[in-house]
């Protein structure tokens, strides 16, 4: 079955640290990546995505993300925290095969904490 | 920026009750998901919806769970008798077409089972 995971549950940094979180997916076929951020009483919100083309994918707020097919990884990335980057972060897959419906497959999430 | 709409955002309930969760999606999108997150657990996928009828379910979405579009702008989700392992946040996310794979989500129910 496909699934996908994040490798850093909980992550504490301090204000102006560089960040990575990790993830990695099962899926040997064509997918849609995605990074959900849910700040706390917030809906999902979209963080960035990739689909096809330059796998180095920039979203909002300064994240970034890169696919690496070879290593079925979908890595996020900003350079600088801040404060208002504390919040819950998703990692998730769409395969794409014949028939298939679009369902999002989530990773467990990496809630972040960001100290002033 | 449309938004998808989810009610109520807490619903508290006794164990065997029904429940209907609520959801109005995006008005012009077609396709429409349930998910659920237990606390402390993964997002998982229950159910797709299109042209009034489940394209997907997933294990968890069992006979005590039924979706439905009543009146072409609301879309909910009912749990027949709830249990206690069914308390979770329940999301619901909508798309326009298959071939805009950006999922919009609600800010989601907080279902408390006692």
């Known amino acids: 079955a496909q699934s996908v995971s994040q490798h850093n549950h909980h992550v504490i940094l301090s204000e102006a640290a560089s960040l990575e979180l990790g993830c990695n997916y099962s899926?040997?076929?064509?997918?849609?990546l995605f990074w959900y951020v849910q700040y706390p009483g917030q809906h999902l919100q979209l963080l960035l995505k990739?689909?096809?083309?330059?796998?180095l994918v920039k979203g909002i707020k300064g994240f970034e993300a890169e696919f690496i097919k070879s290593k079925f990884s979908f890595n996020l990335r900003k350079p600088s925290v801040q404060w208002s980057d504390t919040a819950e972060y998703f990692c998730?897959?769409?395969?794409?095969?014949?028939?298939?419906?679009?369902?999002?497959?989530f990773g467990t999430g990496t809630l972040l904490a960001v100290q002033p | 920026e449309p938004e998808v709409t989810q009610t109520p955002s807490h619903q508290v309930t006794q164990m065997g009750q029904e429940v209907i969760l609520r959801c109005v999606p995006i008005?012009?999108?077609?396709?429409f998901y349930w998910y659920r997150q237990i606390l402390g657990q993964k997002v998982e996928f229950l159910v797709s919806?299109?042209?009034?009828?489940?394209?997907?379910k997933s294990e968890i979405f069992d006979d005590q769970f039924s979706v439905e579009r009543p009146d072409g702008s609301n879309f909910t989700l009912k749990i027949r008798s709830t249990k206690l392992e069914d308390s979770a946040m329940y999301f619901c996310?909508?798309?326009?077409?298959?071939?805009?794979?950006?999922?919009?989500f609600g800010a989601g129910t907080r279902l408390s089972v006692l």
């Open positions: 899926y040997g076929g064509t997918v849609n």
């Open positions: 008005s012009n999108h077609l396709y």
């Open positions: 990739y689909f096809s083309g330059d796998p």
């Open positions: 998730a897959v769409i395969p794409i095969y014949g028939g298939a419906t679009n369902k999002l497959i």
């Open positions: 919806f299109y042209n009034n009828e489940i394209s997907e």
């Open positions: 996310a909508s798309i326009p077409f298959t071939g805009k794979n950006i999922q919009y």
